[in-house]
């Protein structure tokens, strides 16, 4: 033998185990799941879904040999596996019971019920299996990789790269998760009379129940790096089926799509349910509404709807009250049901609570109260409150309001905190940046009505609301609160200074850790302010409920005159006057929307002659503003409340001159 062939020789004998591999399978990527898929079509055992605009195959199989193929078609050249692979796995997993575990695929030789290589998961973990015949004396290895969240519903992409005792699994291009075990995976595994299973291991227990998309075995290389960064990391492929492509092949002119797919559309009927990252691209069909509504992740965007149209508006029912109502407070306690308090005139027998039952108001809670001018239901974490504005004293001669809470052992709200105030006429509560606000309205102290109304903060700690900070106010009545943007505005009805009603009501904007003020308006007894919003504008309407001058002769009419909507200009930075509308001593507005129409209902409650006078509800109409459509016969008409309920829509309004308030309902068509 010639040095030259025998330095050829011992070159060849020489090289890496490597590269002989290499000559096996050229290190081109395997893919598992496209050798499962039929060329004749899809049969019953695998069906193709689109979820999240990402498509994939549902196993389906009742035999699990249906879903299988032997090793030697991808095995060409040698019958080894791989001492050196990564595994690529594109999927989404539905929730897994606890104690479960769901296989992605195993090999199996066919003489025997032992795993040569699989992967299976269970809740929070992941599990790859394998066979070593030289190192674990027969036994199988599981190398386990913990708090691996995969049940959320959503597309991942798993690489899982093995190279001797190591093992890495990353998911969605995240930080590796790595793990070293005693016995590394074998260097000459043979796949001879062996055959891969996809979504089981040969038997239908733990069969595969999620979406696959992508299964690869790439030998002789982590192909983390060939992976990510990727512009999508939970959907990013190596190699898919071609029916799993995102764009289809568009089929000749005489032929149909050679595997039609089917979307995972969900459809939930019955009344709203929630709308959450989970329920992204499911659907809810309204049968009262004959709608159909897509969850785009936190709303329900409407696909199909019957657009509701307010025809007219019927006396539903009479709602006997305690007394004469000053105001209304409709409000929701979750799992409990719907209420309506009402803040009634006369000490005896106070103030009261109603629940919707049966599709009625009925009476559920009596509350002493002194006076009441209205109530306002808040939250406060998982706390409730209904806090009380009185107008008098007490039998004791003690003038205060009073905040309640509401207890789920006893299913009623209990006093929690008592606040000096004034006459307080009104209570609003609001969040800014993240604390817990509590505003009261106060109206006089005895005959001086130029007195500050009080601005509270929640105190975490102590579980109170302390006083944050004073604004003075003149004869006010009413706070409202709204945000524009990043901005926290806060506005107050200021009715009479003692010797006028003519007056400034103040806008007020929160900076620096404070209301400052923003812009001045002038009022006639103002008694409301009401925001609402229609599409991207911004409106602000005040009831005037009189104009009163000392000082000047009295109009023949001060009750009869123009309440006012203003609008927001962004350029000018402040409300500019929209529309003025005729009202007869107004002291509330109410904003409600039906299918796509928008309404305002005013409280007019005297017209200088009777407190029989009409309420009137207007219709937004675009350029021409808000026009009347409805009248509703009153009777000293003082707040309007509009809520809605599985049955319908409904208005509620309360009467200052007999103890009577009426559920109004809203026919459409």
């Known amino acids: 033998m010639s040095a030259v062939t025998a330095l050829c020789l011992l070159v060849f004998l020489l090289r890496p185990s490597h590269t002989l591999w290499s000559l096996c399978t050229e290190l081109r990527p395997l893919d598992i799941l496209a050798e499962v898929v039929p060329a004749s079509g899809l049969g019953r055992s695998m069906r193709v879904f689109q979820v999240q605009g990402v498509r994939g195959f549902q196993l389906t199989a009742s035999r699990p040999r249906a879903l299988s193929f032997p090793a030697s078609r991808l095995f060409i050249h040698c019958d080894r596996f791989p001492e050196e692979f990564s595994i690529i796995v594109t999927l989404r997993v539905l ?19 032992n795993v040569l290589v699989g992967l299976r998961y269970s809740p929070n973990k992941l599990h790859f299996l394998f066979w070593s015949q030289e190192h674990s004396n027969g036994w199988q290895t599981r190398v386990t990789f913990r708090n691996v969240s995969l049940s959320d519903n959503q597309w991942h992409t798993l690489i899982l790269a093995v190279s001797g005792q190591s093992f890495s699994l990353t998911v969605d291009c995240k930080v590796p998760n790595d793990v070293m075990v005693e016995t590394p995976f074998p260097t000459s595994l043979s796949v001879k009379r062996a055959s891969f299973y996809l979504g089981n291991r040969r038997r239908r227990k733990g069969l595969f129940t999620g979406l696959l998309r992508q299964l690869v075995l790439l030998p002789g290389a982590d192909a983390t790096p060939r992976i990510c960064p990727s512009m999508n990391f939970k959907v990013t492929t190596l190699s898919v089926p071609a029916i799993l492509h995102d764009l289809p092949v568009k089929p000749a002119s005489n032929e149909v799509l050679k595997y039609p797919y089917e979307t995972d559309m969900k459809v939930t009927l019955g009344s709203r349910p929630p709308c959450t990252k989970h329920e992204k691209a499911h659907f809810w069909f309204n049968a009262s509404q004959r709608g159909l509504y897509l969850c785009n992740g936190s709303t329900w965007i409407s696909m199909l709807e019957a657009k509701k149209r307010l025809d007219y508006v019927e006396e539903y029912q009479n709602l006997v009250t305690n007394s004469e109502t000053m105001g209304l407070e409709v409000f929701t306690i979750p799992k409990v049901g719907l209420f309506a308090a009402t803040a009634n005139r006369y000490t005896p027998p106070g103030s009261a609570i109603y629940k919707w039952t049966d599709g009625k108001f009925v009476p559920y809670q009596n509350i002493p109260t002194y006076q009441a001018q209205s109530w306002k239901y808040f939250t406060i974490g998982k706390k409730i409150f209904l806090a009380v504005a009185n107008f008098e004293r007490n039998d004791r001669g003690q003038e205060y309001s009073v905040i309640y809470k509401w207890s789920r052992r006893k299913e009623k709200f209990v006093t929690y905190q008592r606040i000096t105030t004034h006459s307080a006429r009104d209570w609003e509560a609001f969040v800014i940046e993240g604390e817990a606000f509590l505003a009261v309205v106060n109206h006089r102290e005895g005959n001086n009505h130029n007195i500050d109304s009080v601005i509270y903060r929640w105190n975490p700690r102590t579980g109170l609301f302390e006083t944050n900070q004073t604004i003075p106010t003149s004869g006010a009545y009413d706070w409202e609160f709204f945000t524009i943007g990043p901005y926290s505005f806060l506005a107050v009805a200021n009715t009479f200074n003692g010797t006028s009603t003519k007056i400034y ?62 609008e927001l200009n962004i350029t000018a930075q402040m409300f500019v006057k929209f529309q003025d509308l005729l009202t007869y001593s107004a002291l509330d507005w109410e904003f409600f929307s039906v299918g796509d129409d928008s309404f305002l209902v005013v409280a007019n409650s005297f017209d200088g002659f009777t407190f029989s006078v009409n309420s009137i509800i207007y219709r937004w109409q675009g350029y021409e503003g808000f026009v009347a459509v409805h009248h509703l016969p009153t009777v000293g008409c003082r707040d309007w409340e509009a809520f809605n309920t599985t049955e319908g829509s409904y208005l509620l309004y309360s009467s200052a001159k007999e103890p009577l308030s009426k559920v109004l309902k809203l026919k459409t068509t």
């Open 505 to 566: 009501s103040h806008i007020y904007i929160w900076l620096s850790g404070s209301f400052q003020l923003f812009q001045s308006i002038p009022t006639f007894g103002a008694a409301d302010w009401e925001v609402f919003h229609i599409g991207d504008r911004v409106f602000l309407a005040v009831a005037n409920s009189h104009s009163y001058d000392s000082g000047t002769s009295m109009p023949s009419n001060f009750y009869a005159i123009n309440s006012s909507i203003y």
């Open 95 to 113: 929730n897994v019971p606890a104690k479960r575990n769901e296989y992605l695929f195993t090999l199996m030789a066919e003489e025997s019920h």
